[in-house]
């Protein structure tokens, strides 16, 4: 019997032993995993209040999801969507402020009135894709817009701007507008100085045209000071000399001109000179308008030499 007892008694004893082995492993296992957590969460640019609300997000989201998979398993998908709305706007998840980036000429204000009624929706609620349809849609200044959430109650709006391009002459105003027409705003005449005028019914639409027309000869375009588009067919274009160029109608037929004649004027010196007009629009032949004064001595050193 005492036999029986001492056996007993060993197999409990390496039982402790065994016990409080796995013990220590199981605390330098942890000690081990906090270290590693604490040297990660140490090199993340992250502060102790912000990693306490990516944590708290996540465990929220993570209820959140599971609360929408339930509910949509049940087959009540919308009544899975208002709950979630619910729990995160009491969670704190709502939109209570907007974060506007690129607008550098436009007022970012009347980005903030235009989606001003999204202040206080659960952020579940928030259509990313209509918010950034209006702003594009509205807003003259806007190229394009990016929409984005910024946990835990922020909405981003990242904009790109459209660049002026030329003034368009109206009736009653002076309009900037970028490359493509697009109406910009209205602008003053001193803060139009300097800057290409389109006149005339349609121009506005026919921007990307003369862009590409200009192009065709770099070196005439600088000099370019207003293009004028005359009967919606064909361009009267105005140098910074104020002469005149009268173009043909027709993309192609508009561009050989304008190539011509900034080869004429590298081999003859046109602007600057004393021509106070230059037509062109029945190609291959180019006319000239002088001043009246030195039309009359040319036509009398004309008849001198008869």
């Not at 402790?16 to 492993?25: D, F, G, N, W, Y």
């Amino acid at each position: 019997m005492a036999q029986q007892i001492r056996r007993n008694g060993t197999t409990g004893v390496r039982r402790a032993a065994k016990a409080q082995s796995r013990a220590v492993t199981v605390r330098r296992a942890r000690g081990q995993a906090s270290g590693i957590i604490d040297t990660v969460m140490g090199v993340l640019p992250f502060t102790e209040e912000q990693w306490s609300r990516i944590w708290l997000a996540m465990i929220i989201g993570g209820a959140v999801g599971i609360a929408f998979i339930i509910a949509s398993l049940a087959g009540v998908p919308a009544l899975a969507h208002a709950q979630v709305a619910r729990m995160a706007a009491d969670a704190g998840f709502e939109v209570k402020g907007f974060r506007v980036t690129g607008a550098n000429r436009m007022d970012e204000g009347e980005v903030y009135a235009l989606i001003s009624d999204e202040l206080g929706r659960p952020m579940p609620l928030v259509d990313l894709q209509e918010v950034r349809t209006r702003i594009t849609e509205d807003l003259p200044w806007v190229k394009d817009a990016r929409v984005s959430i910024q946990l835990p109650h922020t909405l981003a709006i990242d904009i790109v701007e459209r660049k002026p391009h030329a003034v368009l002459e109206k009736p009653d105003r002076l309009m900037l507008i970028d490359a493509s027409g697009k109406e910009l705003e209205p602008v003053s005449a001193t803060n139009a100085k300097g800057m290409l005028r389109l006149a005339g019914p349609g121009a506005g639409q026919q921007a990307k045209g003369l862009e590409k027309l200009l192009a065709a000869a770099p070196a005439l375009a600088p000099q370019v000071e207003a293009a004028e588009w005359v009967g919606n067919r064909r361009w009267n274009l105005t140098f910074r000399t104020g002469q005149l160029l009268a173009l043909p109608e027709g993309a192609d037929a508009s561009a050989r001109a304008l190539v011509k004649f900034a080869r004429l004027d590298g081999q003859n010196r046109l602007l600057g000179g004393k021509v106070l007009a230059f037509d062109m629009r029945t190609p291959p032949r180019l006319y000239m308008r002088l001043p009246e004064g030195v039309r009359e001595a040319a036509g009398a050193a004309a008849g001198g030499m008869d």
